[in-house]
């Protein structure tokens, strides 16, 4: 039995407690400092690294972790990594409740297959990059993990939740010692990535007399409507956002229900199942959410009980929760002889982000290249969320269709990189094949995003090919 005063009653609280008040600090900072201000460094992020600088002090001081003392009950990284965790798949399940009543003509169909292709495409990339560092790095450095540098797509291109998932499947799986810290530190530098590349460009575009960057943050409320028609009243005999926080609860429960049992079937493969917990989660939420709308086609269910505005908050919430306790979890120390390493992966993860990205959005979005561009720059460095304030600074009212395209590309990304993430799991056994397979895929996801120009000078070359032909037949006959 536990007493009321003891840490490991208040500990988790204490945590939640400091990761909530460093967002308020972090927030303070960026309201204060023009700096800041200008930087467009998320709050969360910045609230994350106020949490980890404290920490990495305090270890200095008294030679103790910071989140392992007792007055956080004992195992405080332990906390950060589960919010980290659970928070992904909460975030992700808010945000699959969401409904959309925007209808889709053909061409802003292939312009959201298209954004979808470039994710995965940008997740290749960054995974043969990364690979290929770290096995040249594995051939130098004695006992380091070849398949490190995998982590990089999963930190830049994915983010906090699945960098830490993917680096505790190689800890616990494969022996890679930090492997969650190694994880977090890169999806660290992928949200660095997104603000001070994010900045640089648009500062580049703000001298070129393209865009005014305005000095204070746009209000996304003006592009949301708090309540459609039909709706349960805000406060019933239920809040409305009771009720929104229970529907994710239970798409989150039949997801760990699936999970189970597919762990079950699968012994050998619990770790992986366990860690597609977003993914799953995000079909249990769409799998409840079909069954709401059933109900209400059959006249059962009289009111629409899922409230898109809410669902954002929500999905925020959650999202803002990961990232500052995914930076928090980071122990330095365990990543004392990886730094070179690290240094070269968020370098190099940061040019082929900027310039393959650079290079589709030119070709394929040539109706709004730069604003196609910074979104998908800051999304497959930091999240989507960093995309969003980076497309701000040029399209504040949302006019293009970009932001619909991240939110959108979500269905082609997930069935074509789904792939990817079985494939992470089957790379330490043979690193060299799982470069050769990440190549391959690679050409054939550009084959399919650049389809419209291959074969349209396919056909232009034969086109022309049978008018020479007829020229000669002409010429021969007369």
């Known amino acids: ?25 972090g927030n303070m900072l960026k309201k204060s400092i023009p700096f800041m201000r200008k930087s467009l460094i998320p709050t969360s ?12 002090v ?12 007792d007055f956080f009950g004992g ?18 399940i808010a945000s699959s409740f969401k409904a959309s009543d925007k209808k889709m003509t053909k061409q802003r169909t292939g312009e959201i297959f298209n954004t979808g292709v470039t994710t995965v495409s940008t997740y290749l990339i960054q995974a043969i990059f990364g690979l290929a560092i770290t096995m ?61 590349g994010g900045v640089i460009h648009l500062n580049i575009l703000k001298r070129k007399g393209k865009i005014k960057i305005v000095d204070k943050q746009a209000d996304g409320l003006n592009n949301e409507k708090v309540e459609d028609a039909n709706e349960i009243p805000m406060q019933g005999s239920v809040d409305k956002l009771t009720v929104q926080i229970a529907l994710v609860a239970v798409a989150y429960v039949l997801a760990y229900a699936v999970m189970a049992l597919l762990g079950l079937i699968l012994p050998g493969m619990k770790s992986t199942i366990f860690g597609f917990n977003f993914l799953i989660g995000v079909l249990a939420a769409i799998g409840v959410k079909s069954l709401i709308n059933l109900g209400r086609k059959k006249n059962i269910i009289k009111k629409q009980y899922v409230n898109n505005f809410l669902m954002t908050r929500i999905s925020n919430f959650f999202f803002d929760l990961m990232v500052v306790s995914g930076i928090a979890a980071i122990q330095l120390g365990l990543l004392e002889n990886y730094w070179g ?5 968020g370098v190099v993860g940061m040019i082929i982000t900027y310039a393959y990205n650079r290079i589709v959005a030119n070709k394929l979005f040539k109706d709004y290249p730069e604003e196609q561009f910074i979104a998908m ?67 054939v996801m550009n084959v399919i995003l650049f389809r419209k120009q291959i074969f349209r000078r396919k056909r232009a070359t034969i086109n022309q090919q049978k008018t020479e032909e007829n020229t000669e037949h002409t010429e021969t006959a007369e």
Not at 45 to 56: F, N
């Open 58 to 69: 305090y270890r200095a001081i008294t030679g103790v972790a910071f989140f392992d003392a």
């Open 377 to 443: 720059y800051g999304m497959l460095t930091g999240t989507a969320s960093t995309g969003i304030i980076l497309l701000r600074e040029l399209d504040k009212n949302f006019e293009t269709p970009v932001a619909d395209n991240l939110v959108y590309q979500n269905l082609p990304a997930i069935a074509f990189g789904f792939p990817i993430m079985l494939l992470a799991t089957f790379a330490p056994t043979n690193p060299g094949l799982t470069l050769g397979i990440l190549v391959a895929f690679f050409a």
């Open 341 to 345: 390493i690290i240094a070269i992966l």
């Open 136 to 196: 040249i790095a594995a051939l130098i450095i004695t006992d380091f993990f070849a398949c490190a540098g995998l982590l990089l797509p999963f930190g830049y291109g994915q983010g906090t939740g699945q960098a830490m998932n993917y680096g505790q499947i190689y800890e616990t799986d494969n022996g890679f010692v930090g492997g969650k810290s190694f994880g977090l530190t890169i999806a660290a530098l992928g949200f660095l990535c997104a603000s001070i």
């Open 1 to 25: 039995m536990n007493n009321f005063w003891d840490a490991s009653v208040w500990g988790w609280f204490f945590i939640l407690a400091l990761i909530l008040g460093s967002i308020l600090l």
């Open 45 to 56: 992020v910045l609230g994350g690294l106020i949490l980890l600088i404290i920490a990495e």
């Open 75 to 92: 195992s405080g990284y332990e906390v950060l990594e589960i919010i980290t965790y659970h928070c992904l798949a909460l975030g992700f």
